[in-house]
């Protein structure tokens, strides 16, 4: 703990991420799609179609943490490699903003897609809820890939223990 009771950064990156973190996070999104909704309402804007471009950047994005996970944690595992600290730092605030951004997406998405569940019959409200439930998808394999990628820079238990001769 900092000064005056808060969490610094470098204790939010000493403990694995919470439900409590990524829940909050999953509110945020909620949040934000509610606002602009409300917003757009408010001002009797009409929605446009959502972007296929987000889903698609998400699901690269799982990919490529996904394989940067499996890579990291083969050089953490491996014990001729020397992992440089600063890495595993950054790659430890990747994984966590990872995680983070997965579980905004899913609940902001969640919400544009279940605005237009009920409109089902047209085109255009279907297209969002179509985009939003992939995008959903993709933002909660953001998150696993993220988890995986935190979980990846945990150092495996040596085989040196003080009590064994």
């Known amino acids: 703990m900092g000064p005056r009771g808060r969490v610094s950064v470098v204790d939010d990156l000493r403990t694995p991420t919470t439900w ?10 909620l949040f934000v799609a509610w606002f602009l909704l409300a917003t757009a309402r408010l001002l009797d804007w009409a929605l ?9 950047v998400l699901g690269l994005g799982a990919v490529a943490v996904a394989a940067y996970a499996f890579w990291f944690r083969s050089q953490v595992r ?12 950054r790659t430890l605030a990747i994984a966590k903003a990872t995680i983070r951004v997965g579980a905004l997406a899913v609940g902001a998405y969640l919400l544009l897609g279940l605005v237009n569940v009920a ?13 939003a439930a992939v995008t959903v998808v993709a933002g909660i394999l953001v998150a696993i ?4 990628l935190e979980r990846s820079c945990q150092v495996p238990p040596s085989d040196d223990s003080p009590g064994e001769p």
């Open 119 to 131: 409109k089902l019959d047209a085109p255009l409200p279907r297209q969002r809820a179509t985009v």
């Open 145 to 148: 890939s993220g988890w995986f």
């Open 78 to 89: 491996d014990p001729s490699q020397q992992i440089d600290h600063v890495q595993a730092v």
């Open 48 to 56: 446009p179609p959502l972007p296929w471009s987000v889903a698609v």
């Open 20 to 29: 409590r973190q990524v829940v909050i996070a999953f509110l945020a999104g």
